[in-house]
């Protein structure tokens, strides 16, 4: 059995997230179905939600700005994650 529901959602993020469903061949409301079973299987919400500290506020603006740290190869960042 089957049932209809409506929803409000910002426009641009609903055509945004259908285009992108799109390309991995979901339809909309195929992608609901999949997260409401997921909050089913994890009884609630399928990743964690919190209110983001100091730090990942600067984390998520320097990679919003491309100011964070690069590195080279992989070696220079595990290098630099041992230091």
Request: proline residues 2%; negative net charge; without cysteine.
């Amino acid at each position: 059995m089957k049932t209809q529901t409506t929803i409000r959602i910002e426009e641009t993020n609903y055509f945004q997230a259908k285009n992108i469903l799109n390309q991995i061949g979901l339809t909309y409301s195929q992608a609901i179905g999949v997260f409401n079973n997921m909050i089913v299987l994890n009884n609630g919400l399928p990743f964690e939600v919190k209110i983001p500290n100091k730090e990942t506020k600067k984390a998520l603006e320097e990679l919003e700005n491309h100011t964070g740290q690069t590195f080279n190869n992989i070696d220079d960042l595990f290098n630099d994650l041992d230091n």
